[in-house]
C-alpha cells in the first residue's frame, strides 16, 4: 500500500489550498478515505472522510463548510480542498483508508497558515 500527498504549502489566512491523495495497493473504489492532520504536540486527528460508493462526507466541526473532500475512484485519488484558511489549520495532512488509518502512513504534506 502507498499514499502519498501532495498540494500543501504557505498560504496567507483565508486563503485556499487543495491536497490531493494517490493510493495505490489496494482496491480504492471500494474503501471509505479520508483526510487526517497533526499539528505540532498535538495528537492526530479525522479532518473529513468520504464513502466508498455513496460519497457520503463526513466533517470536522473545526473545518465544516471551509473544506471539501472529494474523490477519483478512476484514478485512485482522494482530494480536499481547502478553503478560508486559518492559521489553525497550519499541521501536516494525511490521508489513509478507513477513518481511523487502516493503513501505514505516507509521509504527508504540510500546510501553514501564516501573514
Known amino acids: 500500500v502507498q499514499l502519498v500527498e501532495s498540494g500543501g504549502g504557505l498560504v496567507q489566512p483565508g486563503g485556499s489550498l487543495r491536497l490531493s491523495c494517490a493510493a495505490s495497493?489496494?482496491?480504492?473504489?471500494?474503501?471509505?478515505m479520508s483526510w487526517h492532520r497533526q499539528a505540532p504536540g498535538k495528537e492526530r486527528e479525522l479532518v473529513a472522510d468520504?464513502?466508498?460508493?455513496?460519497?457520503?462526507?463526513n466533517y470536522a466541526d473545526a473545518v465544516k463548510g471551509r473544506f471539501t473532500i472529494s474523490r477519483d475512484n478512476a484514478k485512485n485519488t482522494v482530494y480536499l480542498q481547502m478553503n478560508s484558511l486559518k492559521p489553525e489549520d497550519t499541521a501536516v495532512y494525511y490521508c489513509?483508508?478507513?477513518?481511523?488509518?487502516?493503513?501505514?502512513w505516507g509521509q504527508g504534506t504540510q500546510v501553514t497558515v501564516s501573514s
Open positions: 489513509n483508508a478507513g477513518r481511523s488509518g487502516s493503513f501505514d
Open positions: 495497493g489496494f482496491t480504492f473504489s471500494t474503501w471509505r
Open positions: 468520504i464513502g466508498s460508493v455513496s460519497g457520503r462526507t
